[in-house]
T-cell receptor, first 111, second 114 residues
Framework: DQQVKQNSPSLSVQEGRISILNCDYT??????FLWYKKYPAEGPTFLIS?????DKNEDGRFTVFLNKSAKHLSLHIVPSQPGDSAVYFC??????????FGTGTSLTVIP | DGGITQSPKYLFRKEGQNVTLSCEQN?????MYWYRQDPGQGLRLIYY???????QKGDIAEGYSVSREKKESFPLTVTSAQKNPTAFYLC?????????????FGDGTRLSIL
């Protein structure tokens, strides 16, 4: 049973525009959410996180939004750059317990 | 991520053979994890360990075994009982505690069947 879902397997965006990656979850006990970026044949790299007491967290070009009532998480990348092309995974956990990962969204930024 | 070393990068297994994947870390993190990634799927948890000499099964532990004799090392053995072992295996570490901390990953081992 997939507790964290990424319904868009792929996304293409023009360089300089906004990329929006979405993630939905089913477990209302999740209180820590993360985004990871992954290149082929490499391990995921931690990008940004947010705890459930917040609804927004920013780090440079990356912003994560959390809508607890909708059980929805999104990652905004502005402006998108060709180097952002990768697979993005969202993840969620209850503090101190295991992490649950989505199936990933492959982002292509077109120069 | 720096500080987490997985070896080998590529591994081939013959039918009926056990193979062991290595994961070493110098981050002084308490918790270590093993995940499996298949094409088009997310990361699925195999085993995890919060402290030395203790580990717990994840969602897909059947056909796998682990040990945690040292804080720095968490090797994963893929046994002959694992009928579909071909996958990309990822090791992760995390600083344990009550505060929110991300997991950090090694670069993975790709296991294939000969």
């Amino acid at each position: 049973d997939q507790q964290v879902k990424q319904n868009s397997p792929s996304l293409s965006v023009q360089e300089g525009r906004i990329s929006i990656l979405n993630c939905d979850y089913t477990n209302s006990m999740f209180d820590y959410f993360l985004w990871y970026k992954k290149y082929p044949a490499e391990g995921p790299t931690f990008l940004i996180s947010i705890s459930s007491i917040k609804d927004k967290n920013e780090d440079g070009r990356f912003t994560v939004f959390l809508n607890k009532s909708a059980k929805h998480l999104s990652l905004h990348i502005v402006p998108s750059q060709p180097g952002d092309s990768a697979v993005y995974f969202c993840a969620a956990s209850v503090v101190g317990n295991q992490f649950y990962f989505g199936t990933g969204t492959s982002l292509t930024v077109i120069p | 991520d720096g500080g987490i070393t997985q070896s080998p990068k590529y591994l081939f297994r013959k039918e009926g053979q056990n193979v062991t994947l290595s994961c070493e870390q110098n981050l002084n993190h308490d918790a270590m994890y093993w995940y499996r990634q298949d094409p088009g799927q997310g990361l699925r948890l195999i085993y995890y360990s919060q402290i030395v000499n203790d580990f717990q099964k994840g969602d897909i532990a059947e056909g796998y075994s682990v040990s945690r004799e040292k804080k720095e090392s968490f090797p994963l053995t893929v046994t002959s009982a694992q009928k579909n072992p071909t996958a990309f295996y990822l090791c992760a570490t995390r600083q344990w505690g009550n505060s929110n901390q991300p997991q950090h990953f090694g670069d993975g081992t790709r296991l294939s069947i000969l």
